[in-house]
Every structure is written in C-alpha cells, then in structure tokens.
C-alpha cells in the first residue's frame, strides 16, 4: 500500500513563495506518475504539475507555468512543489497524487494513491 503525506502548505502574502512536501512510503514499481493537484472551494480538481518516473521533463498545468516547479528526491522518496509568485487565484487545498504507469492525463480518477492535502492561502 503506498501513502502519501504532503507538508509545506501556509498562509502567504501575494507574490510570495511557499514549497510543499510531498513523503511517499510503500512500493508502487519502477514505472509511476506523480502528481500535484489542487482544488478551491466550489471548484473542480484541478491538475498543478505532474513527473513520470523515466523521464525528467515535468508537464505544468497552464495556470502555473512558469510560476511552479515539480522535482523529486527518489533517494529520500519525497516529491516537491515550489510555488513562486503567488496570487490570491492559487488559494486552494493541494494534493499529491500517485498512480502505476505514464502521466498521459490529467485525470485525477485516474490516480490511485492521494495524501490529505495541505492548505496553501495567498492574502492580497
């Protein structure tokens, strides 16, 4: 069974920056996606960033391009999400996510494994 904790998650000022956490346990193969999302009240779960296990090139949902930054420490079995230049519209709970296989899709009920969330809050 895997299970994900993330961490990192805070109440910042417009145009700062936070770095959330993400600490994976269990064994989920040699071929997975891991992934970021995140959801604000009243909307959908929305796809934030997402790495496949063989391949080094991240894929960014639009909204944060630019701003955002996936990478991961396999030695220490921890994902990372740096948010730069937050603005008020990054407000919502982010979730890491994990799945067996490629990270073709953004589909979030395509992903298996979920930790509980952290809470990022950006005050303008």
């Known amino acids: 069974q895997v299970q994900l904790v993330e961490s990192g998650g805070g109440s910042v000022q417009a145009g700062g920056s936070l770095r959330l956490s993400c600490a994976s346990s269990?064994?989920?193969?040699?071929?997975?996606?891991m992934a970021w999302f995140r959801q604000a009240p009243g909307k959908e779960r929305e796809g934030v960033a997402r790495?496949?296990?063989?391949?080094?090139?991240?894929t960014y949902g639009d909204s944060v391009k630019g701003r955002f930054t996936i990478s991961r420490d396999n030695a220490k079995n921890l994902m990372y999400l740096q948010l730069n230049r937050l603005g008020s519209e990054d407000t919502a709970m982010y979730y890491c996510?994990?799945?067996?296989?490629?990270?073709?899709?953004?589909?979030?009920?395509?992903?298996?494994?979920w930790g509980q969330g952290t809470q990022v809050t950006v005050s303008s």
């Open positions: 996510a994990a799945r067996g296989g490629s990270c073709a899709l953004w589909s979030a009920h395509l992903y298996t494994y």
């Open positions: 269990g064994n989920i193969g040699s071929d997975y996606c």
């Open positions: 790495i496949w296990s063989r391949s080094n090139t991240p």
